[in-house]
């Protein structure tokens, strides 16, 4: 079965610099998720998308924004990386049908 | 403060025992879900509960929603070593909206 698809898996930056993470959620999937987690916490709920509309906004720093394009995939974009910012990412998208997310393996980030 | 609470937070047990965890909060949740989540990678989705009171059954691990909404817990029997990982709970208090997590629990099941 198809799964959430995230890219890169591992990303190296510099304090300062922008990144850009990508995720492709399960087909017929209509809400995509993005979380951060750090070192032993649990996920932490920064956006979502219903419909590639904004649905929910969470603890998303005022340098990163979001969006979702006509094919659904999305984009995480960072801006000003601060050390702060290493940590796991997680994309999920939810089946409409049981209200169940399903999380992708997750992009590492690590600032330097 | 967390809207969900989890306990223990770290369990470590001998194969073969049993044990539950326990997902706690004052908030009323339409849908709450297990995961279990080894170290770097994404939270694996276990169950979804909906409806209170209601007992689902994945092999050995029982889950249980409380009757209130409020709380679960997750029995497993027979706990192997395959079992060791981080079990986190997430509850969505509305439909469609983002879920929020406990802190989760870490299980560690020796040989």
């Known amino acids: 079965a198809a799964g959430v698809i995230q890219s890169p898996r591992h990303l190296i930056k510099e304090k300062r610099e922008t990144a850009t993470l990508k995720c492709y959620p399960i087909?017929?999937?209509?809400?995509v998720y993005w979380y951060q987690q750090g070192p032993g916490q649990d996920p932490q709920f920064l956006i979502s998308?219903?419909?590639?509309?904004?649905?929910d906004k969470g603890s998303i720093p005022d340098r990163f924004s979001a969006q979702q394009f006509s094919d659904y995939h999305s984009e995480l974009n960072m801006s000003s990386l601060e050390l702060g910012d290493s940590a796991l990412y997680f994309c999920?998208?939810?089946?409409?049908?049981?209200?169940?997310?399903?999380f992708g393996p997750g992009t590492r980030l690590t600032v330097l | 403060t967390q809207l969900l609470e989890q306990s223990p937070q770290f369990l470590s047990i001998q194969e073969g025992e049993n044990l539950t965890v326990y997902c706690n909060s004052s908030?009323?949740?339409?849908?709450l879900q297990w995961y279990r989540q080894e170290p770097g990678e994404g939270p694996v989705l276990l169950v979804t509960?909906?409806?209170?009171?209601e007992v689902k059954k994945l092999k050995r691990l029982t889950f249980q929603f409380g009757d209130a909404r409020k709380d679960s817990s997750l029995h497993i029997t027979a706990a192997q070593p395959g079992d060791t990982g981080l079990y986190l709970c997430?509850?969505?208090?509305?439909?469609?909206?983002?879920?929020?997590f406990g802190p989760g629990t870490r299980l560690s099941v020796l040989p």
């Open positions: 908030s009323v949740f339409s849908s």
């Open positions: 999920a998208s939810r089946d409409r049908t049981y209200n169940e997310q399903f």
């Open positions: 998308f219903y419909e590639k509309m904004q649905s």
């Open positions: 997430a509850g969505a208090r509305n439909y469609g909206q983002n879920f929020v």
């Open positions: 509960v909906v409806t209170g009171g």
């Open positions: 087909p017929r999937h209509d809400t």
